[in-house]
């Protein structure tokens, strides 16, 4: 059986939210609802993902603070976008992709839309199993 890649799980949660769609930009995937950017793959062959696969979402300033001052081991500041707030996520090293999956709902949520707000809510909320990993939900 093929082994799923970072990439690949990623479109997965990225593309199964209301509208969204996938957009190549400064040689990366970006996924966008309408032409804002909700999130970017940061490849680890690259000065984006700088030896590790992440990805990049949208933030606020506090949101960052919070997540890479508390888990610094699973998200960073990324270049360039970090000033405004985002955040990155380590996709390496078995990242807790429920974890991943909020992150990226809670960036679409930024930017989205209220028809696509909506469409969103209507959705049935992705199964959260429970975690020892001391993860944050």
């Known amino acids: ?17 209301p509208e969204a769609h996938e957009q190549k930009a400064w040689g990366e995937p970006t996924f966008r609802v309408g032409k804002r950017v909700f999130a970017m793959f ?17 933030a606020d300033h506090f949101t960052q603070d919070l997540v890479v001052g508390r888990w610094p081991d699973r998200y960073f500041v990324p270049p360039y ?18 974890e991943v999956t909020d992150r990226l709902r809670e960036s679409y949520r930024q930017l989205a839309n209220g028809r696509q707000l909506a469409q969103l809510d209507a959705q049935p909320s ?12």
């Open 1 to 17: 059986m093929p082994r799923t890649t970072p990439i690949d799980r990623l479109r997965k949660i990225c593309l199964a939210l």
């Open 42 to 58: 940061a490849d680890a062959r690259n000065h984006h993902g700088a030896g590790r696969h992440a990805v990049w979402c949208k």
């Open 81 to 98: 976008a970090g000033a405004a707030g985002w955040f990155g996520i380590y996709l390496d090293r078995d990242p807790d992709w429920q």
């Open 126 to 137: 992705p199964a959260r199993p429970r975690t020892t990993r001391g993860r944050p939900r």
